[in-house]
């Protein structure tokens, strides 16, 4: 085809007829079945309204604390992965021995599978015979001994640290390149003003990275509002609920016969999901105004 022609809007037509029918299609039967009482249990349907968002969001049930879950991961996890992302490139795109080395071993936990890396953690995180907990007190460090994974005060944030750990290579990669991408000229001028590495930092990379900002972040609340596998693995929405998020609670509500609710659940995601977009496109639109 050729790309300097403009084509007929018709052309894509059959792109767009296969969307409908194969993701908006399913999606809006899928929030309808959230207006009935479907479960495995009633060979009848029935429309009841309301109310199966009205149980998610009764104090009389666990669904809020799913919710709540979501979106404390999607905000940790966010801000923890841009910091440490920005700070492993600005670390990695100095001239140091064996670079190249040290990016693809930062790099590589990102490439994982979620459910290896959370099987792999669970045995290390064990608070029996886990490798950290072991390694604590042969060191003589009994009193930072903790119970990982089955306390519920901690089992949350251990959750959250893992998925850090495994995708802050990832960003860290899309920092580097935006720092490549930056002129040296700016810093050249920098040091004839005599700035500092914080005052370059401030004024000229953080500003110029920003774009970069905005695809990292967008990257990490779409990953963080759909977490699923990670959780699953490490503590399968424990202890209690502790560690449950939507897709966890969508799963299980699945898994019981009570496919209404989950549904529920589901409809509650892409309602976030819409918004988020919504608001994340802007972000970019404005980012790539402001560069203009």
């Known amino acids: 085809m050729n790309e300097r022609k403009v084509y007929p809007t018709y052309f894509a ?4 007829f296969l969307y409908v029918i194969l993701y908006v299609f399913p999606g809006i039967i899928g929030i ?20 199966n968002f009205a149980t998610v969001f009764s104090s009389n049930y666990n669904y809020t604390r799913y919710i709540t879950n979501t ?35 930062m790099y590589v936990p990102s490439v994982l599978s979620a459910l290896i890396v959370g099987m792999i953690f669970r045995s ?3 608070p029996k015979v886990g ?24 089992a949350f944030r251990s959750v959250m640290a893992v998925d850090i750990w495994k995708g802050m290579g990832y960003i860290m990669t899309i920092f580097i390149a935006g720092i490549m991408s930056i ?22 990379t953080l500003p110029m990275l920003s774009p970069t900002l905005a695809v990292t972040t967008v990257l990490n609340v779409i990953y963080g509002l759909k977490v699923f596998d ?33 549904t529920a659940l589901s409809s509650i995601m892409f309602v ?15 980012n790539e105004e402001s560069l203009a």
């Not at 037509?13 to 767009?16: D, K, V, Y």
């Not at 309808?32 to 109310?51: N, R």
């Not at 490798?131 to 994974?149: C, I, P, S």
């Not at 399968?236 to 209404?260: D, Q, S």
């Open 183 to 204: 002129s040296p000229m700016y810093f050249e001028a920098a040091d004839i003003d005599g700035a500092n590495s914080w005052q370059r930092f401030r004024y000229i």
């Open 71 to 105: 979106l404390t991961f999607t905000v940790v996890t966010t801000v923890m992965k841009n910091i440490l992302g920005i700070g492993l490139a600005l670390m990695l795109t100095k001239r140091i021995r064996f670079l190249n080395f040290h990016r693809a071993v």
């Open 272 to 286: 976030f999901m819409l918004v988020v977009g919504y608001f994340m496109i802007r972000l970019l639109t404005r």
């Open 124 to 126: 290390i995180l064990n």
């Open 32 to 51: 309808g079945y959230a207006f009935t009482d479907w479960s495995v249990y009633s060979k009848e349907l029935h429309y009841i309204g309301f109310d």
């Open 230 to 262: 990670m959780v699953y693995a490490l503590t399968n929405g424990g202890p209690g609920y502790a560690t449950e998020v939507l897709y966890t609670g969508v799963y299980k509500e699945f898994g019981l016969g009570r496919y209404a609710i989950g």
């Open 131 to 154: 490798l950290l907990n072991v390694t604590l007190r042969a060191v003589g460090l009994d009193g930072l001994t903790m119970q990982w994974l089955t306390d519920s005060k901690i």
């Open 13 to 16: 037509a059959g792109a767009l």
